[in-house]
């Protein structure tokens, strides 16, 4: 059975880094949409407003591939159209996104605390592969996975979008090794090294993930590096997490768990309030180190180390 065929190219540019929308008009058996408008409005009014979508219209926003669409234009099911968001104001993450490394095959990023790695929700513009893409001139880049908004660290982006799925299908058969590095309270009576199995469940809307009786879904193996008192503060220690699964949150999941949940998380043990707009001074104490691997398509080793470092535990 031949397989549908494969989009067109965008006429439209990125803006800021960002993709334009592509809509393709589906099958319309019963005949509900006469015109492009009345299928833009059936789709897009709930969303941002039927005056938004007659605006887009009216300011020719919506394009194929042979320029601007009319709304009055008869509606025709597999045509593609494309049109760019109307980004909502987003507050800058005051931190760069430094580069650990560049071929034509990847980049490997450094990505703070704060910054997503790709646009999602309210994060569209203020994410890691849309700064990248600016920044190196590269608009065909994709990450190859993605790290937590929260967690700084290293993120592995694709130059070549057929090369894509090759480094893909590495972090899905778990042949990346991840090592992380994290700051959370000391127990003298933790035993560690040990490694944490159990079953996680993230709901769809539910900020926090939680452990449930049941099969193991995800493995975590937990270390203590070193570990000191603050001055007037508590004793704190300075952990290697070794993530042989990547279920949502499972790293904070487990070290909340063990009774030492990680320094600064809004989530862990008790969700806090959101943190108003801008307030970047409590960064969570969780660092994406090393990315080790063999490159699936110069067949090389590759080991990768984060340049960043946690601010709850300063050097010297």
């Known amino acids: 059975m031949r397989g549908r065929a494969k989009p067109p190219a965008s006429p439209l540019p990125q803006r800021d880094g960002v993709d334009p929308v592509r809509v393709r008009l589906p099958a319309d058996p019963e005949g509900r949409w006469a015109t492009v408008r009345d299928h833009l409005l059936d789709r897009f009014a709930g969303a941002i407003g039927a005056d938004r979508v007659e605006a887009l219209l009216a300011g020719g926003r919506f394009v194929s591939t042979a320029g601007p669409v009319s709304g009055d234009e008869p509606y025709t099911a597999g045509r593609y159209l494309w049109f760019h968001r109307d980004f909502a104001p987003e507050h800058p993450v005051p931190f760069p996104v430094g580069v650990v490394y560049r071929d034509e095959h990847l980049v490997v990023a450094d990505k703070p605390h704060f910054l997503a790695t790709m646009p999602r929700g309210r994060h569209i513009t203020e994410t890691a592969v849309a700064r990248l893409r600016r920044d190196l001139g590269l608009p065909l880049l994709q990450p190859a996975h993605r790290l937590d908004r929260l967690t700084a660290g290293l993120v592995l982006f694709v130059v070549r979008p057929a090369e894509r799925g090759a480094y893909q299908t590495l972090f ?25 199995r159990s079953r996680i469940v993230k709901e769809r809307g539910v900020l926090a993930a939680r452990e449930e009786p049941g099969e193991p879904n995800s493995e975590s193996r937990i270390e203590l590096l070193e570990h000191r008192r ?16 990547g279920r949502t949150h499972q790293l904070r999941v487990h070290m909340n768990a ?59």
């Open 172 to 196: 899905r058969d778990r042949l990346v090794r991840k090592e992380y590095e994290a700051v959370a309270p000391f127990d003298p009576g933790l035993v560690l090294p040990r490694t944490v």
């Open 230 to 245: 603050t001055p007037g503060g508590p004793a704190l220690g300075r952990y290697r997490l070794l993530p042989a699964t």
């Open 258 to 316: 063990l009774g030492v949940p990680l320094v600064n998380d809004p989530v862990y043990p008790v969700t806090e309030p959101d943190a108003a707009p801008g307030d970047f001074s409590r960064p969570l104490q969780l660092l994406a180190r090393v990315l080790e691997f063999t490159d699936p398509v110069t067949g090389e080793p590759r080991r990768f180390e984060s340049g960043l470092r946690l601010s709850a535990w300063p050097e010297g």
